[in-house]
């Protein structure tokens, strides 16, 4: 706009403008007049399906903008000697089955919905249902854009360790899930370091691991006890029938004026996600999310955090010991540099290894955050107001995982960060402490947590999962 502004042509700043303003259409780029401006309310509420902006904000004024009050070695003297990201894909279309589910709700709201209200006039009249089953889940620009600028920030709050000479030298090495938004994010990631500092003359590899990036697929006892097994989510089934779900499905049958029996709980869930699709693809406030108040949207939050929950985190403790081999792969690399700074130079200097929601979920859990006193049920959710387990805040599009390894006066210290935030490690005060007093922290899953023995089916009969 300012180039525009200053080649004073008001004919296309009056046209671009115009262009700006128009909100339903069906293509993915619709631009805005400014980032805050059309933020839905309920925005910081779509759990797995938020954007990255909403837990760092402050990127709306500054995509390549970084925390510098937060992001600082432990002490004056410390170097960073090596970095690990696990860093979950990008933006994303729905899979097939969320775009069925909103075909389904859009056939009935354009067919039956009745009120008078302009945004329902404009949904009729003006959204068209552009959502088509080959998206399945694939990434989206703005997901391509969110691995380009985390890029650029870790690079910048980084220097020593992702820099251009790294890069060039092979001392940087990409890992990926085999799923194409996996694949395409590592990719963009790629691009960043690349267009930020003008690499033209090489082209740079990644290694598909779906081992490590989706351990979930390959470890038996999850998928016979938890993936496949009814019973396991439970409490998910039991909170769609809930008193607070109910009055979710009443407000949006009186405000689109139709049968209650006809809003059913997956058709609440694909008008919910609905509104967080347009949003975090077209950064526009889709007249969909009217159907929606705050207090409608912290139940259907709770609704996600307890699927994750019990299918991803400390509902079965065979969710987080899924995440061994991960956590291993980690903690390999991190003893290969604290091994290798003796000698005064460290192979590998950095990895990225880009995954799913349900990659860092497992780990996170099995290394103790975010775990609350109390379990998730589906009938405690007026006492889990102040969980500690929100995924909209822990794993939104493109959220990140680092462990930064420093090599100080006073021995080796590892900060991990969240969302390029610090965060301390359960059972430790310090922000970044000494890396043996981490090891120690998880000696037992060092010395144990193996992924073969865990995701082993036991030959009884019956499938048999552990609550915790």
Not at 58 to 73: E, V
Not at 94 to 112: C, G, M
Not at 435 to 460: H, I, M, S, W
Request: with cysteine; net charge neutral.
């Amino acid at each position: 706009m300012k180039q525009l502004l200053s080649q004073k042509s008001f004919v296309l700043t009056a046209f671009s403008f115009a262009l700006v303003r128009v909100s339903y259409c069906s293509v993915e780029n619709v631009q805005v007049v400014h980032p805050r401006i059309n933020i839905p309310k309920i925005a910081k509420y779509f759990g797995t399906k938020g954007r990255y902006e909403e837990v760092n904000p402050y990127l709306l004024d500054d995509i390549r903008a970084i925390n510098k009050t937060l992001l600082k070695p432990p002490s004056v003297d410390c170097v960073p000697v090596h970095l690990t990201a696990v860093i979950r894909h990008g933006t994303r279309y729905p899979t097939a089955k969320n775009v069925q589910k909103i075909q389904r709700l859009y056939d009935l709201v354009s067919r039956e919905a009745t009120n008078d209200e302009k945004w329902l006039h404009d949904i009729i009249t003006k959204w068209k249902m552009w959502y088509t089953d080959d998206m399945d889940g694939q990434i989206v620009e703005k997901g391509r854009d969110d691995h380009r600028h985390l890029a650029v920030r870790l690079a910048k709050s980084f220097p020593s360790l992702i820099s251009e000479e790294n890069l060039r030298s092979n001392r940087i090495k990409f890992i990926t899930s085999s799923k194409h938004r996996c694949v395409d994010s590592t990719v963009a990631f790629i691009e960043g370091l690349k267009k930020f500092w003008e690499v033209k003359d090489m082209d740079f590899g990644y290694e598909v691991n779906d081992s490590l990036m989706r351990f979930f697929d390959q470890c038996r006892r999850f998928i016979e006890d938890v993936d496949k097994n009814k019973m396991a989510l439970k409490e998910v089934e039991l909170f769609k029938s809930s008193e607070e779900m109910k009055r979710v499905q009443i407000n949006i049958a009186n405000r689109l004026q139709l049968q209650y029996s006809k809003v059913t709980p997956d058709l609440v869930e694909a008008a919910f996600y609905l509104c967080s699709y347009e949003f975090s693809i077209k950064s526009v406030n889709s007249p969909w999310c009217n159907l929606f108040n705050e207090v409608d949207a912290k139940v259907l939050e709770y609704a996600n955090d307890l699927k994750q929950y019990w299918k991803r985190a400390y509902g079965h403790d065979i969710n987080r010991k899924s995440s061994c081999i991960l956590f291993h792969d980690v903690f390999s690399r991190l003893d290969q540099a604290a091994n290798e700074i003796r000698f005064g130079h460290v192979t590998e200097a950095v990895t990225v290894q880009v995954g799913h929601a349900e990659t860092l979920l497992p780990l996170l859990s099995l290394m103790g955050f975010f775990r609350d006193e109390t379990p998730l049920t589906a009938d405690n959710y007026v006492l889990q107001g102040n969980r500690t387990f929100h995924t909209s805040r822990i794993v939104p599009y493109a959220a990140n995982l680092v462990f930064v390894l420093y090599d100080c006066e006073e021995g080796l210290r590892l900060q991990f960060l969240l969302n390029e935030r610090p965060l301390a490690f359960p059972g430790i005060g310090h922000s970044a402490p000494l890396y043996e007093a981490v090891r120690g922290r998880y000696r037992d899953l060092l010395e144990g947590c193996n992924f073969e023995e865990e995701c082993q089916v036991p030959k009884t009969s019956g499938s048999k999962y552990t609550e915790l």
